[in-house]
């Protein structure tokens, strides 16, 4: 563009929870990586969340205060404290309030609607208010930033600061939404007497819906898997917004996660028994015996070692498991369960693990070395979910070597590349449907290569090692994204 200014786009990347500072899901792995990822790729990013008084004490020690101000919530005015650090380069801005961030944990709470409203409004404050920041595209994240773009649209136009910002919201898992009375609409976000403002966010007769919010005021949509993009436009998955996704579906595209290639790296993992690369993969063998003895299962080579490492919950696609373990067991398949979650599950593994002695073996922790060793022991990591908006732990899996069983679903379905015998392509195995016999069929079709063609399996092995699920992957597609909204700002990068 002739009348393009060339220089680092201005990203304000905002969130409830990012690595190091707090994680409870994905949202915080992709918090913690992808700005870092976005600076590497030529853009000039902040993030913004808030102080909870959990933020380890490390972390808390060097922030320091910037600003304060009152922000207005309805018919209240409410402090706001903004405090900064450095990490890795990249600017975190804190927002604080201890009435409403000093809790034990960052969510579930009775006022957690208020907690958030206050929180995006506290965002659109900021930006108008600190000068340092200057941001063109404020980049939100699931339903506790959802309000940001609503208020952004609603009270800030007439600012200098916030008049050419441009928003995208991104959909980490669209079960959650952030559902309250409607209530709040004069009791907190002050749009009760804005009719057009309150119908966009009406999802009942007297409920309101932040996500929805932002599903309708947002500049561009995005999600973590370019399959959920389009699956969250069907009743199945969209959990009831599918119809503003379809809507919407012109500004929605769906971006595949990265992992952070330096946490997983076989070659360089401290936390396993032996480390081993693609070029000397024969050594993942030694972790496998040590994870067998470990876990108090027959040590034997030659028996496939299924491994399962997740939340346990319906999402998850364990009813096929279940079903299907007696048929696994009978045919010879080690397997083993690293989750926490639903009383039910964790109680059904349990059992198996009882039942089948030296053949399974079910851990019900959270416990982050045992999963690193279980990636790097594993033949192969099964994950049937129902859906999937990303997933990590297949992509994980395939860093280590162990190759991924997966429904074909999300980014499952986005991320695994199906074998085929007569190629020799893919990095793993997929099954289309929620059927327990169609899951056992490929798990066993898979373990049919593992006994009887060692060098597929190995080829598939080193092809799955060498995919791409760096960050600077993704970070390149969002820059796009950004650029797209300010065609004025030229690409920074100019390698392009
Ligand atoms: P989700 O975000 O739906 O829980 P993902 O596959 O996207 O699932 O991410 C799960 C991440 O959490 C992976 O890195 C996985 O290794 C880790 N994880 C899940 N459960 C456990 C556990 N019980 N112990 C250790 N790590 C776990």
């Not at 769906?254 to 993969?281: C, E, F, H, R």
């Amino acid at each position: 563009m002739a009348d393009s200014v060339r220089r680092k786009i201005k990203i304000l990347f905002a969130a409830s929870e990012a690595v190091p500072f707090v994680k409870t899901g994905g949202l915080g792995d992709v918090a913690g990586s992808l700005p870092a990822a976005l600076k590497a790729a030529g853009a000039k990013v902040s993030v913004i969340l808030p102080k909870y008084s959990f933020i380890p004490q490390e972390y808390q020690e060097q922030m320091k205060h910037i600003a304060d101000f009152y922000v207005p919530l309805a018919w209240r005015s409410v402090y706001c404290g903004i405090e900064k650090l450095n990490h890795n380069g990249v600017d975190f801005y804190f927002v604080d309030n201890e009435a409403y961030f000093k809790r034990d944990s960052a969510y579930g709470y009775f006022d957690d609607g208020e907690r958030f409203a206050f929180f995006a409004k506290a965002i659109c404050e900021a930006i108008e208010l600190l000068p340092e920041l200057q941001v063109d595209v404020l980049h939100c994240n699931d339903w506790q930033t959802a309000l940001a773009p609503v208020f952004i649209r609603e009270f800030y136009q007439a600012s200098e600061a916030c008049r050419n910002v441009k928003t995208v919201f991104t959909v980490h898992n669209v079960k959650f939404q952030g559902q309250y009375s409607d209530k709040m609409l004069s009791d907190v976000l002050g749009l009760a007497d804005n009719p057009t403002a309150a119908g966009q966010l009406y999802c009942d007769r007297d409920s309101i819906n932040f996500m929805k919010g932002a599903l309708c005021y947002s500049d561009i949509l995005t999600t973590v898997s370019p399959s959920y993009a389009g699956e969250l436009q069907m009743p199945f998955y969209g959990e009831g917004m599918d119809p503003i996704f379809r809507r919407r579906s012109n500004v929605l595209q769906g971006i595949l996660n990265g992992i952070d290639l330096d946490a997983w790296n076989p070659a360089t993992d401290g936390m396993i028994t032996q480390k081993y690369s693609v070029d000397s993969l024969a050594e993942k063998a030694k972790n496998k015996q040590a994870l067998q003895q470990e876990l108090g299962l027959r040590e034997d080579p030659e028996r496939p070692l299924v491994v399962m490492i997740g939340r346990l919950t319906n999402q998850k696609g364990l009813g096929l498991v279940r079903y299907a373990m007696n048929r696994l067991m009978e045919r010879g398949v080690q397997m083993a369960v690293l989750g926490t979650g639903d009383k039910d599950q964790e109680e059904a593994f349990k059992y198996f693990d009882w039942t089948y002695g030296d053949m399974m073996s079910a851990r019900i922790a959270f416990d982050n070395a045992l999963s690193h060793r279980m990636y790097a022991g594993g033949d192969i990591l099964l994950m049937p979910s129902e859906f999937e908006p990303c997933g990590l732990s297949q992509m994980i899996a395939m860093r280590y070597g162990t190759l991924p069983v997966v429904r074909e679903t999300g980014g499952l379905q986005d991320s695994v590349i199906a074998y085929n015998k007569f190629t020799g392509e893919g990095t793993g195995f997929r099954f289309a449907n929620m059927n327990a016999d169609e899951m056992a069929d490929c798990l066993l079709n898979a373990c049919e290569v593992f006994w009887t063609d060692k060098e597929a399996w190995t080829k598939l092995q080193e092809q799955a090692m060498r995919a791409d699920f760096s960050w600077s992957r993704a970070a390149d597609q969002y820059l796009d994204i950004y650029h797209g909204l300010h065609p004025e700002i030229a690409r920074y990068d100019q390698t392009r």
